[in-house]
């Protein structure tokens, strides 16, 4: 067993242990919002936000953007669970905006293994094969942190499956003070109508 797997089955014998009545909080989120958010690991979007387990649904991917499916998890979140507020929050130093569609397909037509950034911008250190299935997919990557909030309140509130009455707010998150910096922009293009 890897000394990860054995840390997070520790971790979480600890707490389940002290479970309590968590086991008995509803399907619905209690504070009735979502959050899109990225997947970066020092996002912490339960501090970052005050919730507890219960509070809000926390949706994340690379970039925190507003992917087919991340919108697919927001209309669910509404639909059938009541949310009524959405929150779309970027970060600052993003590993997003580090590279573009053609970087991470040329990357991966080479190799599978995990690349590093040097002087020289990004490098492929492994052994064949990749793959050019890459080729296929949109990374949704950005170079400009604000517009790529605005971008992705306005997908949001252009869906024809998003009713104009759920506000979306537009942020993105410190990661060098924890704060939440607002776009107005974004928040006026998701204001509920």
């Not at 990860?4 to 909080?25: I, P, R, T």
């Amino acid at each position: 067993m890897s000394k990860v797997l054995d840390d997070v089955l520790s971790a979480n014998k600890a707490y389940s242990s002290d479970f309590g009545k968590k086991g008995e909080l509803p399907l619905p989120p209690g504070r009735q919002f979502a959050i899109l958010t990225c997947m970066d690991a020092r996002i912490d979007p339960a501090k970052m936000a005050g919730l507890s387990e219960g509070d809000a649904h926390v949706i994340r991917n690379a970039g925190g953007r507003a992917s087919d499916d991340a919108i697919r998890s927001l209309v669910i979140s509404y639909k059938l669970l009541g949310t009524k507020e959405w929150f779309v929050i970027h970060h600052s130093d993003c590993g997003m905006m580090l590279f573009d569609d053609d970087v991470m397909r040329n990357l991966l037509s080479k190799s599978l293994d995990t690349a590093s950034i040097g002087p020289k911008g990004w490098e492929d250190h492994g052994k064949g094969p990749g793959s050019q299935e890459a080729d296929y997919l949109n990374f949704l990557t950005f170079k400009n942190l604000e517009k790529s909030v605005l971008e992705d309140v306005e997908r949001i509130r252009r869906s024809p499956l998003v009713p104009a009455r759920i506000p979306i707010y537009g942020f993105y998150y410190d990661v060098k003070t924890g704060r939440l910096v607002e776009v107005p922009a974004a928040m006026k293009a998701g204001k509920k109508s």
